[in-house]
């Protein structure tokens, strides 16, 4: 089955283009942005070798959704789709951190707590947790975000305001956007029998205003659990139901690696390809509430700069 696993684009005002590990973004005239969301996967910061077939399809229609759902909240970079893999919006300068926030103690903030950590980026951490434990509230647990083939790092909000990469006011309306934000995906996944676990929020700037960027509540950005059985599983001590890439993680560490220097990508055959595709369909179709529709893949590069292109000549009219 056809992937795109790589583009090269050559749009009209085109000035630069950034080739990221899922999403290839092109800039338009430095006012612009055209970003493909491929059919690209990757897990401990490393490009797989493989394309997963309707990936790309599959991230950008969730995210197109959950970006108009939650517009009232904070404005957001969309215009349009002109094509099912690809958003065009505004280009914004982007802060350097993530927004993580988190519900549930799981992931990479269980492995550390497992192993005696009880404060992460400021949180404190109560004692006698079990993973897959919902906090009393959200904690917000950011990152820095991290240049291609690099890891991003946890970061305080103490030293992010230390280091000046962002105001005080900027930090904590960007605290306010990430936890309404995440409210509201826990009320949509609630209605679709699924668990907002954790998840992710970039932010930028654009003429003085805040703007949400990039993807949101997307299986590569967020952890789902289902709702159905979540107690009954928690209180046995057995691994959650879940929609998210961890599955993908898990596979790979189960095969012996982590990104670790030296470490090679086990082998990804079509079965393993085939399974993380149906896992991507599945969740967009639980958490849409909407069958998915797969489009011809037969000729991607082509069917999307034709889209794009009619979609560019269009705002000239």
């Given at each position: 089955m056809n992937t795109l696993v790589r583009t090269d684009f050559h749009f009209e005002g085109q000035t630069n283009v950034y080739h990221g590990k899922v999403r290839d973004v092109y800039f338009i005239q430095d006012d612009l942005l055209v970003m493909v969301a491929t059919d690209r996967i990757s897990a401990f910061d490393v490009i797989l070798p493989k394309g997963i077939p309707y990936k790309g399809?599959?991230?950008?229609?969730?995210?197109?959704?959950?970006?108009?759902?939650?517009?009232?909240?904070?404005?957001?970079?969309?215009?349009?789709?002109?094509?099912?893999?690809?958003?065009?919006?505004?280009?914004?300068?982007?802060?350097?951190?993530?927004?993580?926030?988190?519900?549930?103690?799981?992931?990479?903030?269980?492995?550390?707590?497992?192993?005696?950590?009880?404060?992460i980026c400021g949180v404190k951490l109560p004692e006698n947790m079990r993973e897959n434990q919902r906090f009393e509230t959200p904690i917000i647990t950011p990152t820095t975000k991290a240049e291609l083939g690099t890891h991003d790092e946890d970061i305080s909000r103490q030293e992010i305001l230390a280091k000046g990469l962002l105001t005080p006011e900027e930090y904590d309306l960007l605290e306010k956007y990430a936890l309404a934000l995440f409210e509201r995906g826990t009320q949509v996944a609630a209605e679709r029998g699924l668990i907002l676990v954790d998840t992710k929020y970039e932010f930028?700037?654009?003429?003085?205003?805040?703007?949400?960027?990039?993807?949101?509540?997307?299986?590569?950005?967020?952890?789902?659990f289902y709702a159905e059985g979540y107690e009954e599983r928690f209180e046995k001590g057995e691994p959650q139901k879940q929609l998210s890439k961890e599955f993908v993680r898990e596979w790979l560490m189960e095969?012996?690696?982590?990104?670790?220097?030296?470490?090679?990508?086990?082998?990804m055959t079509d079965e393993i390809v085939n399974s993380i595709s149906e896992r991507y369909i599945e969740l967009y179709e639980q958490i849409t509430g909407e069958p998915f529709q797969k489009t011809d893949t037969r000729n991607l590069a082509e069917?999307?700069?034709?889209?794009?292109?009619?979609?560019?000549?269009?705002?000239?009219?």
């Amino acid at each position: 089955m056809n992937t795109l696993v790589r583009t090269d684009f050559h749009f009209e005002g085109q000035t630069n283009v950034y080739h990221g590990k899922v999403r290839d973004v092109y800039f338009i005239q430095d006012d612009l942005l055209v970003m493909v969301a491929t059919d690209r996967i990757s897990a401990f910061d490393v490009i797989l070798p493989k394309g997963i077939p309707y990936k790309g399809q599959i991230l950008n229609q969730i995210a197109a959704k959950f970006l108009d759902l939650t517009a009232d909240i904070v404005s957001n970079w969309k215009l349009a789709c002109p094509d099912p893999m690809v958003t065009v919006g505004l280009k914004c300068e982007g802060f350097p951190i993530e927004m993580i926030v988190r519900g549930y103690l799981c992931g990479s903030a269980w492995r550390a707590y497992k192993n005696g950590v009880r404060e992460i980026c400021g949180v404190k951490l109560p004692e006698n947790m079990r993973e897959n434990q919902r906090f009393e509230t959200p904690i917000i647990t950011p990152t820095t975000k991290a240049e291609l083939g690099t890891h991003d790092e946890d970061i305080s909000r103490q030293e992010i305001l230390a280091k000046g990469l962002l105001t005080p006011e900027e930090y904590d309306l960007l605290e306010k956007y990430a936890l309404a934000l995440f409210e509201r995906g826990t009320q949509v996944a609630a209605e679709r029998g699924l668990i907002l676990v954790d998840t992710k929020y970039e932010f930028g700037k654009r003429n003085g205003n805040i703007y949400l960027i990039d993807e949101i509540h997307t299986p590569d950005s967020s952890r789902y659990f289902y709702a159905e059985g979540y107690e009954e599983r928690f209180e046995k001590g057995e691994p959650q139901k879940q929609l998210s890439k961890e599955f993908v993680r898990e596979w790979l560490m189960e095969k012996g690696f982590q990104g670790k220097e030296g470490q090679k990508v086990p082998e990804m055959t079509d079965e393993i390809v085939n399974s993380i595709s149906e896992r991507y369909i599945e969740l967009y179709e639980q958490i849409t509430g909407e069958p998915f529709q797969k489009t011809d893949t037969r000729n991607l590069a082509e069917r999307i700069e034709s889209n794009v292109v009619k979609y560019l000549q269009s705002l000239k009219k």
